[in-house]
């Protein structure tokens, strides 16, 4: 062998040796010292998915179903796997064009080939079931469960309100929501999301790079399983709220219907209302905009969230004020000129002078004006008068929420002392100056839920239980809260009085309420008429039946239709009957309120 | 040798499977499955290397040529009658298994290139025997270019060790190596700094060379400077023009000159997370994850080493690394006791190929070496290559046994 051929032999065999060395070396980097390609690794294969639990079901206060869940499907594609199908027969099961159809499988190809995206959301069940039979020819096509809210009664819409994807802002202040989940927006639905939504599970599996899943991660060891929501059930009795429904059909306002006993909502209408349905799953956005179009505010919540000046239904507030402050007592008469009354006229005609029982009666304006002016002359001085009968007043929970589980309530609104200093002046205002009050117009507000409350107070002689939606979680009760005694300054006698003269109104031979008799119910209540600067006159009625024992407890507004006793005193003696007798026998008042449409004929 | 080839087709086997493994096809006889049809390649294999044991050592130098000619036949007939496997008409379809010419055509080209330079005492300095080498191992690779597999023909440059042991010039080695590191410069540095730094070191060897300067050296340089100017703009434009442009886009990953993990760099950024996931003594048998979910392309073919280097770790990397190198080393010394010019050449030529193949397939698995679709010999799944291999290596393994008798 030759020198040049040995040396030869010797750089090859080196060379190989030293490319072997190199590798070795290489893969001692990689292998041992660099780590980042272990967490890579890692990021590769686990893929962590939400199992998302089912909603908790709501039922009303007979375990009638509300609220249930459906299972929608989104028809999700991914690009990659789509070979050539016949447009025209997939565009006749899904109802689409052949433009729109290419269009959406360009956006998908845009976003990903690999992943799957949606390509159209929330197909219903018939289609899906058609669709189902069909999808292997459709390969890259198939079909992904989602659930969504349905209401069988379609009614209480405000009530139980709805659910929508969380927006980045409670994604950013709660880390539970990830982009996409359903969250509670309004009604029951948000307050109780936390009960309602249970606890979402994860599941690991491993993922090849297509995204196909291929069996769990580490046997599973670090899953959680999804928790079903909580069930409620709630105090609303389905059949009173539909019955409220249907009498406030082409009418704006509201009915309030509360058990005085416990404070529990049995009714909470607004009207006008909406299919709750309308507001779930593809049809929502479209749906959400013309209702919140309308100019009748159908999304708006009357019965929790407007308020109105409550009119005579509040005289009977400054009656029991005088009675309790020993300034009147049931048989202080005061004198009545009719139209000619000085500073308040009264609209009535009736006999001449009126004791305490006959004025609530006949809602005398004369005689509550006296009353009121005897209560702001009590004392001294007016702030002191002024605050003293304040305090009576918001011991009713007016101007104040009740903060218990009821969505978007208005505070209503009775005015400070210093509200009147701000605008006549620290001593320019007197009884006279705030005249009004007494009657139940000028400042003061109350919601048609206050007004309701109002009359369990006077239902209960004197106390109440704040007005609530939930009756129990799962069959355990909760929240002490709402077990709780709410005294009023007003002593049990005194309410006796206002309870006898909210009875002569319904069977006195003047009662405002006597047209609207119930034959076999001893019903109590005080018309209303609110004055106001939209239009005709709100009609207001609250009332509680049966007069000892009482059941129930309704306030009714009807907005812009006139008198009290026209329209809100039969809606609620419905109401009334509907509840304690199960049926209603006054036909012909019933069939005059549903199709009364007070909207058009504005 | 024998050891060693069973040790490393096992080991590529064993790894197909767990490359391939999934919970639906358990057994590793699965034929369905590309590791049960790798068995079905080792048997036939083991039958073609008894066959080759059995036959002549005199037949393979008697019949070299027309090996080499037969080959070249079949590689023109697949350019008509081939059948196209990713953008490569390099296959006949036989059935439901297909044949690649090009993978034999190394080995008959190795004969073909033996028996040429091993006939008389061929001088390698004379033009007419260069320009028959050249033609000997060009021929196959321009067919295998039209065939629009790179990869294979690009192999064939590992007959450069062949020609570097039989003899030929430093001049021309070092003018290779000098082509290659400027086509690398050309293509990383700035045009302007190259030609610079070409002038002044041309500018140094003048002076350096102080003594024998004489105008014809001179012009000689300079010269060469022009040349290796045009040069530098002619890579480009070739680059540009004639290179595919996955082809470049493996080229700038691993110049650096682009980074792209989830595009054009996938493959190798993949291999290196598998690969380097493996820690040590690896994920276990059947325990890897990034192979088994198919996030390594080709992973039971030309990534097969991923495998290896994520379920068996350093450990298992480095000993397989060490086998190849065992085998190769071997495979050199053996060619150096033959008696006949024939044998030795031919070993080299096993060697170099085994070589260029172990280089190229392990190093850009470990992001060393641009990705050039071959197989990994042995290991990698996969008919032709397998048996292509295994004939190689046992016509050596005959002619080292016969060596005494073969004079």
Redesign the interface.
Known sequence: ?KA??EQ??L???GF??L??V???F???Y???I?K???L??QN??VRVITQYPARGLIYDRHGELMVYNEAAFDLMVIPSQVTAFDTLEFSQLIGLDKEEIKERLMKAKKYSMRKASIFEKQISKESFSFFKEKLHKFPGFYVQSRTLRYYPTRIAAHTLGYIGEASPMTIEEDPYYKSGDYIGISGLEKTYEGVLRGKKGVKRV?????GRE??SFQEGKFDSTAVKGQDIYISIDAKLQAYGERLMTNKKGSIVAIEPSTGEILALVSAPAYDPNLLVGRVRSTNYQILSADSLQPLFNRALSATYPPGSTFKSINALIALQEGISTPSTTYGCQGTATVPIKCSHYHSNPLNMYRAIEISCNPYFWQTFRSIMVSRSDIHDSYTMWRRHVLSFGFGARFNSDLFNESKGFIPQPGYYDKYFGKNGWKALTIRSLSIGQGEILATPLQLANFAAIIANRGYYYKPHLLRSINDSIPDADYREKMMTTISPVHCQVVVEGMSRVMDGPEGTGRWYRVPDIAICGKTGTAENPHGKDHSIFVSFAPKDNPKIAVAVVVENSGFGATWAAPIATLMIEKYINGEVKRLNVEENMVTSNLIDSR | MVGLYVALVLIGWINIYAAVYNEEHRSIFDISQNYGRQLVWIVTSVVLALFILAVDAKFYNAFSFILYLLMLVLLVAVLFLGKEISGAKAWFQLGSFSIQPSEFAKVTTALALARYMGTMDINLKSFRTQLNTILIIGIPVVLILLENDTGTALMFAGFVIVLFREGISNKIMLTGLFIIVLSVLSLVLDHLLLIGILAVSAIMAIFIRRHGRSLKKILIILGLLVLATGYVFAVDLAFDNLLEEHQQNRVKVLLGIEDDPRGIGYNVNQSKIAIGSGGFFGKGFLQGTQTKFDFVPAQSTDFIFCTVGEEWGFLGSTIVVGLYVLLIVRIILKAERQRTTFSRIYGYGVASILFTHFAINIGMTIGVAPVIGIPLPFLSYGGSSLWAFTIMLFIFIKLDIKRLELI
């Open positions: 062998m040049q051929d030869r032999k750089i090859i065999i190989i040796l490319i072997g190199i590798f070795i290489r893969l001692f990689l292998q041992i660099d980042s390609y272990i890579s690794a590769n294969v491993l993922v090849d790079v297509f291929k069996g």
